[in-house]
């Protein structure tokens, strides 16, 4: 027997139940969207003021560090966009088989200034860390 013959239709129950896991993938993929931006300003702020007036190099590895976290936190950030575009893709797709109205959108533009923050916040501490490594460790 052909592997491509033997293809049947998803039933009704089954498409149901992928419309449920689809759609509770792409609410949790949103709430990440919103929480790691302001999880990584939180986490970072609250690190780097426990360093206030400790040793200057400390300061200037640990805010290169937090840089160095926010450029892995928007890449992880763009990885997400990228599952939310494919639950949101996929809802349509069985929405259109199960013969419902298509309702699912996704509309990547009302998170750009969440993933401009996490890169500005990023590059802010690298510019000051080694602004500060500068002056630390070079003397200038």
């Known amino acids: 027997m052909n592997g491509a013959s033997d293809h049947t239709s998803p039933t009704p129950e089954s498409l149901k139940a992928q419309l449920t896991e689809l759609n509770s993938r792409s609410r949790w993929y949103a709430a990440q969207i919103w929480q790691l931006p302001f999880a990584y300003l939180g986490g970072t702020g609250i690190f780097l003021a426990q360093l206030v007036g400790k040793n200057h190099k400390v300061v200037a590895l640990a805010t290169?560090?937090?840089?160095?976290?926010?450029?892995?936190?928007?890449?992880h950030l763009r990885g997400i966009l990228n599952g939310v575009r494919r639950a949101v893709d996929n809802l349509k797709k069985v929405e259109e088989q199960l013969g419902l109205r298509t309702t699912a959108e996704w509309t990547p533009w009302y998170v750009w200034p969440l993933l401009i923050m996490v890169m500005f916040a990023a590059f802010s501490y690298l510019v000051v860390g080694f602004y500060l490594v500068r002056k630390t460790f070079l003397n200038c």
Request: charged share 0%.
């Open 64 to 75: 290169i560090a937090s840089g160095v976290v926010g450029l892995f936190t928007f890449w």
